[in-house]
């Protein structure tokens, strides 16, 4: 996890690009009239840093005593924000909608009223192409007002219109409301809880999507309502470990944006997670040709100039293609090709440490001691490991469980029977408290305790009844959690055969790619 400090101003400054930096200087000596600045000595010094450093500021920017530092870092802040507002992005539909809102409201404030209806038409047919349905809000609030408070007559039946418009709308807007609140609370159960565990969980968020999904939203057309709906979809079909439709709704959510060309630029990031989705939803459902296809494409995507001038979109789009990379590594079972893109990974982790949430860094960090685990490398995959145990908070709770179970199974793997019993004990304790021992980890668990104790010449026939009792769970909803997880088959599979994990996943690859596939 990065140290760095996540002081705002010193993230704002170091996001900015260098155009946008010579951009700030220009703004800050123009509107001040002279070149020593506070702001910009203050600027230049936070510029010149790697970590944030109260003490070495002050030191760097020795026109400013400590007792000024706060008002000047509030005063640089809002002029860096400023000086970014005047670069109006041609392709950025919010900033340019909002400019347009402004119009309207300067020529009001002349008295201009018909003026100002022009811009607001024109700002509504934007808004319409675009489906941004808070501006048409905005714009028809507005209209209402210049029409209650002047008589216009701009048109006939002019009060019908206007009420009938922004019934419509706001019908429109309370749907997507209900919909990206129902999305984003089962998200936030996935986060804090992983999969679905158990018959309960199962049952509860069943009955809770059935109560707050609304009916009407079968039937909308809009792109936000459907974008939502399927959202809705794809957490809930994830949660419970649907994969298949967890794949067609990921498929609605990324053909939705071939429906509507127009909002790739506007929508990205949500274009990007519907990518994400899809590509997770083919991993899941053990289809490498889909997920190359996929991966292919998306790299293409993330060339486009429109993302690459944007941090965000750039960052996120970067996390997902690495994540998916490392997903067909394991359905093709190279392993050990796969360690290349570890040095990328620490790389961008470093680099955008302050960007990631601590979700997204510890599943890379699970991601890459599974490839050092599959390629037979225990210890690296214990470094890793540690990195997520040792993380504090309540964040995936479900991976948290799963990397002590793939620690206890490395330590095995490495023969140190002395640590394996306390081991076993320890996250034996912690699963159980998290209610989280289902039937495959309980057999996996009376396994451990016992082959610990067991002579090396009668394992191989207790790894044996081990995998005749693990097969039994395969396709069930509520165990395939463990599956997804830890593929503890091609574990034991490579322990009666003598060889690594990865040359098992790799001839099983092998084996499944000479025949046809369909999804």
């Not at 347009?100 to 319409?128: C, P, V």
């Not at 409301?177 to 984003?184: H, Y």
């Not at 890459?368 to 993380?391: P, T, V």
Request: aromatic fraction near 14%.
């Amino acid at each position: 996890m990065s140290n760095r400090s996540t002081d705002a101003l010193f993230q704002l400054v170091k996001s900015l690009t260098k155009s946008e930096k010579r951009n700030f200087k220009l703004y800050a000596k123009r509107n001040t009239g002279t070149d020593d600045l506070k702001v910009i000595q203050l600027f230049d010094a936070l510029d010149k840093m790697n970590e944030y450093d109260e003490r070495l500021l002050l030191r760097k920017a020795s026109g400013i005593r400590k007792q000024q530092l706060s008002n000047i870092k509030a005063h640089l802040y809002k002029l860096v924000l400023s000086s970014l507002r005047l670069i109006r992005e041609e392709d950025n539909i919010d900033i340019y909608l909002h400019e347009q809102m402004d119009h309207a409201r300067i020529l009001f404030n002349k008295g201009l009223y018909l003026q100002s209806l022009k811009i607001l038409d024109k700002l509504k047919e934007t808004a319409r192409t675009f489906q941004q349905l808070t501006y048409l809000q905005q714009a028809l609030f507005f209209e209402k007002k210049i029409e209650t408070l002047f008589i216009t007559r701009s048109m006939q039946n002019r009060a019908d219109k206007l009420t009938a418009e922004a019934d419509t709308i706001n019908a429109q807007l309370a749907l997507v409301n209900q919909l990206s609140n129902l999305a984003l609370q089962l998200y936030s159960w996935y986060i804090q809880n992983g999969h679905a565990r158990n018959k309960n969980d199962l049952e509860g968020i069943k009955q809770f999507f059935e109560k707050q999904f609304p009916p009407q939203a079968r039937e909308a057309k809009g792109f936000y309502e459907r974008l939502y709906s399927y959202q809705c979809f794809v957490w809930y079909a994830f949660i419970r470990q649907d994969f298949l439709q967890y794949y067609r709704y990921s498929q609605k959510w990324v053909n939705l944006f071939e429906e509507y060309p127009a909002l790739l630029k506007v929508e990205t990031a949500s274009y990007i997670k519907g990518m994400h989705n899809l590509m997770g939803a083919q991993f899941n459902l053990l289809n490498e040709p889909r997920l190359a296809a996929s991966i292919r494409s998306f790299e293409h995507f993330t060339r486009q100039k429109f993302l690459q001038e944007n941090e965000n979109n750039r960052i996120l789009a970067y996390q997902y293609l690495y994540t998916s990379r490392i997903n067909l590594y394991f359905l093709r079972g190279t392993f050990t090709k796969g360690l290349r893109l570890v040095p990328f990974l620490e790389d961008m982790l470093k680099q955008y440490g302050l960007y990631l949430d601590t979700h997204r860094v510890l599943v890379f960090y699970y991601k890459i001691a599974c490839l050092y685990f599959g390629s037979g490398n225990n210890e690296k995959a214990i470094d890793y490991l540690n990195r997520i145990i040792n993380q504090k908070g309540d964040l995936r709770t479900d991976l948290q469980c799963y990397a002590r179970l793939l620690h206890l199974i490395a330590h095995y793997e490495l023969g140190n029977f002395d640590l394996l019993e306390y081991l076993i004990k320890s996250v034996y304790r912690y699963m159980a408290k998290m209610e989280n021992l289902s039937r495959v980890e309980e057999e996996m668990f009376t396994f451990l305790r016992r082959s610990f104790r067991v002579g090396a010449h009668a394992l191989k026939p207790e790894f044996e009844k081990l995998l005749i009792k693990l097969r039994q769970y395969e396709g069930n909803p509520l165990e395939s959690r463990a599956f997804v997880y830890l593929d503890v088959i091609s574990w034991l599979e490579s322990k009666i055969s003598g060889v690594n994990v990865q040359d098992v996943i790799k001839a099983r690859y092998q084996a499944v790619a000479k025949r046809p596939t369909s999804m």
